[in-house]
């Protein structure tokens, strides 16, 4: 896991080391301590700040989990609690964490190990987010220095639990899953200094036998059309310029208005928003990605030219087992579909190795599929066996050392695809949002519209959140060089 600079909440992003997908989560801005989010509220020097009404929050997963972090900080900053920058100048600690793996979810209560000592000091100790919600009350036997577990979808009641807490009450919880609750959730404070992330589509009613997000994050649930157009106005008005739609499988978006958009529409109404130069979207699935999503990214160019499809397996077979309601060929169709587009549209996607009884026939197929795609990026897992799911019943187990080694075979055709591809675009002009700023002088980076980092040279003096042109100039398999032209 890689540490982010995120203002003051520790953000690590999502097991990298399995990921050929790097590129695509951080560039130099993440590793630039000294940027900081428009719209935040001033962090309070810790000798300023009195033990009570003040928070540490810790993060761990994936971008829904920060932007729920950003609304867990919405919700008590608005209440009157201060956030800090350490465990140890806040009276209470907060862990929002992820279950997706179960590597994940052992962090959690090894972390949790080491702020034990915090209880005897009087401060409150609180797991957020998935293992929250997959383990609830029994957090409290495996850790019962903890006193509070809340998931997701009762981040609002947060206030009340906490004074629940500080009216006697040794532990209490927030474990409801079907509430919307969160969506309106205030968000004042946002993490990325550029880029403002809204939910608009919680939970997932899709069951791939592998998943534990139905369980964690509870039934589908879609925002209201106009509450999303709302908060891109305000963003925009607070002077962000880009914009990303999350949800599990963001484009299966159900307006429950009489509005009825479409998710393609929605696309066109945020990019319509003023103020606004870039939207993006993700994660999509691929049975409800259809033609009106990319007839919609090529009439706006607002829209970025880059689509998250997780595919998970080459093999067809092994996507029945997965429960994953597409075969390999009508994945393949919606590639073709995006291919076709009038814009050179970047594609990435998920993959998981070593799925119970994937055979090396059905790994091959995978590995054929990286060849036939030619992904911009992945992010590659190992099969991680999760309570609750179909999968974790089913036989013929892959033993971890072949799952490892799956993984580093895949990796290494994926780096050769991507450094390939990536020199193909050596000679280019690209529109970069520039996000980081090196300690190097006169060294920048952002991402293009694709979502690929550029890294560049200029000798401009400010150009932080500004858009400008770079050309390309030379590539690695994670991201390409360049010089700033315009
Ligand atoms: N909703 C998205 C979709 O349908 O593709 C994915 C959301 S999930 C949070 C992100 C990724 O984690 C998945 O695409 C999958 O590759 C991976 N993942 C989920 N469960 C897993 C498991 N049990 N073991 C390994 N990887 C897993
Ligand atoms: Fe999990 Fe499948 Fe839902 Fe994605 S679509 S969140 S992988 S159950």
Redesign the pocket.
């Known amino acids: 896991m890689t540490p982010k600079a995120a203002g003051a909440v520790a953000t690590y992003v999502?097991d990298c080391e399995e990921s050929m997908g790097r590129t695509f989560d951080i560039g130099l801005d993440a590793l630039n301590g000294s940027l900081r989010p428009k719209a935040e509220p001033a962090l309070l020097a810790d000798q300023d700040l009195s033990r009570r009404g003040t928070f540490f929050l810790e993060t761990f997963g994936?971008q829904?989990n920060e932007h729920d972090s950003e609304k867990v900080a919405g919700v008590l900053l608005a209440r009157g609690y201060q956030q800090v920058e350490t465990p140890d100048a806040a009276s209470v600690i907060f862990y929002n964490t992820?279950s997706?793996?179960?590597k994940a979810a052992q962090k959690v209560f090894s972390r949790l190990g080491e702020f034990r000592e915090k209880q005897h000091e009087g401060k409150i100790i609180g797991v957020l987010g998935c293992v929250a919600q997959q383990e609830g009350e029994d957090i409290f036997k495996r850790a019962p220095w903890v006193s509070l577990v809340c998931g997701s979808a009762s981040y609002r009641k947060l206030p009340e639990l906490l004074a629940q807490l500080e009216s006697g009450n040794h532990r209490v919880t927030g474990l409801d899953t079907d509430t919307d609750e969160t969506f309106e959730t205030e968000v004042t404070r946002r993490d990325h200094p550029w880029r403002a992330y809204l939910t608009i589509i919680e939970g997932?009613d899709?069951a791939?036998s592998?998943?534990?997000?139905p369980y964690t994050r509870g039934p589908e649930r879609s925002r209201a059309s106009e509450a999303i157009l709302r908060e891109v106005r305000q963003v925009a008005d607070a002077g962000y310029t880009e914009v990303q739609l999350l949800?599990?499988?963001v484009n299966s978006y159900a307006d429950p208005t009489v509005r009825k958009m479409k998710f393609s529409e929605l696309l066109l109404a945020v990019a319509d928003v003023p103020g606004i130069r870039r939207v993006r979207f993700t994660?999509?699935?691929p049975r409800d990605f259809t033609q009106d999503i990319v007839d919609a990214i090529d009439a706006e160019p607002k829209v970025c030219e880059h689509v998250h499809?997780?595919v998970?397996s080459g093999s067809s077979r092994v996507l029945r087992e997965m429960q994953?309601t597409y075969t390999r060929a009508g994945y393949l169709e919606k590639i073709a579909m995006i291919r076709a587009a009038k814009r050179a549209i970047a594609i990435t996607t998920?993959?998981?190795v070593g799925f119970p009884g994937e055979t090396d026939a059905d790994f091959d197929q995978t590995l054929s599929l990286l060849d036939e795609v030619q992904y911009d990026g992945i992010?590659?897992?190992?099969?991680?066996?999760?309570p609750n799911?179909p999968?974790m019943s089913m036989p013929d187990a892959i033993p971890e050392e072949e799952k490892s080694r799956r993984l580093a075979m895949l990796q290494e055709r994926q780096r050769e695809i991507q450094i390939a591809h990536n020199k193909s675009q050596i000679g280019k002009t690209f529109e970069v949002l520039v996000s980081g700023k090196s300690r190097r002088e006169g060294q920048w980076s952002g991402y293009t519209s694709s979502h690929k980092v550029m890294n560049f040279t200029s000798q401009a003096a400010e150009l932080l959140g500004t858009y400008v042109q770079v050309k390309a100039t030379d590539a690695t398999p994670n991201s390409l060089q360049g010089e700033h032209v315009a």
């Not at 992010?379 to 999760?386: D, E, L, N, Q, T």
């Open positions: 999502l994936c829904m992820c997706i793996r179960e997932c899709k791939c592998y998943c534990v997000v949800g599990q499988t994660t999509s699935h499809l997780p998970q994953r998920d993959i998981i992010f590659s897992f190992k099969y991680s066996p999760r799911t999968a």
